[in-house]
């Protein structure tokens, strides 16, 4: 129950596409919900985050869907640039903070 | 600002030794958490402390434990080390540890031979 499942693993985009990752929990206590981006050899950087009482939040090109009732939640990176190349993980929490982690998804955007 | 700092950056150690692992969080922030990431994998929680208190733990043996200080830097130490543990060892801090941000540093590079 306290796990998030992410898809897909991989990923390649085409510069100026659309990429779309999705994650899919069953704690139903979970109340903060991040994505994290990492690059090679760093820590994750956080990089967008929701709670369940909006359905959405845009800021710049990243976007984050929240389906409360189908417990899901997906990642939107507009414009993807060979900039955005990275591993980019879900994670959900309840209360404080033992973040919980997808399994990441490796994305590659194509020039 | 100044980020999460960790030290060292990497650390070879070989089966049955014992390791420290440092962590400074951000200036003001007074929770401090600990992860494991083994490659390929996501980051796995490990510690939380808030205030120099252990808030929670993850499902990791008693061979890991950890303090805060005073000034609410951190240590991980590992003992009796295996091959499993070579991971990269993450630390994040945040102001409240109550749902805010998590910021994580560079994490330290264990590698067990």
């Known amino acids: 129950q306290q796990q998030v499942k992410q898809s897909p693993q991989s990923l390649i985009v085409q510069k100026g596409g659309i990429s779309i990752i999705n994650c899919a929990y069953e704690n139903t206590a979970f109340d903060y919900f991040p994505w994290y981006q990492q690059f090679p050899g760093k820590g994750p950087a956080l990089l967008i985050a929701?709670?369940?009482?909006?359905s959405e939040k845009k800021e710049g090109r990243f976007t984050i869907s929240f389906n409360k009732s189908a417990k899901q939640f997906s990642l939107h990176i507009m414009d993807s640039q060979p900039g955005d190349s990275a591993t980019y993980f879900c994670a959900a929490t309840a209360g404080f903070q033992k973040l919980v982690f997808g399994t990441g998804t490796r994305l590659l955007v194509s020039p | 600002d100044a980020g999460v700092t960790q030290s060292p950056t990497h650390l070879i150690k070989t089966r049955g030794q014992h390791v420290t692992l440092r962590c400074s969080p951000i200036s003001g922030h007074k929770s401090v958490s600990w992860y494991q990431q083994v490659l390929g994998q996501g980051p796995q929680f490990i510690f939380q402390?808030?205030?120099?208190?252990?808030?929670g733990r993850g499902n990791f043996p008693d061979r890991f434990s950890a303090r805060q200080f005073p000034n609410y830097s951190s240590e991980l130490n590992v003992n009796a080390l295996l091959l499993g543990d070579s991971a990269l060892y993450l630390c994040a801090s945040s102001l409240t540890g109550i749902t805010d941000t998590q910021y994580f540093g560079p994490g330290t590079r264990l590698t067990v031979l």
């Open positions: 929701i709670r369940p009482d909006v």
């Open positions: 402390y808030y205030e120099k208190e252990e808030r």
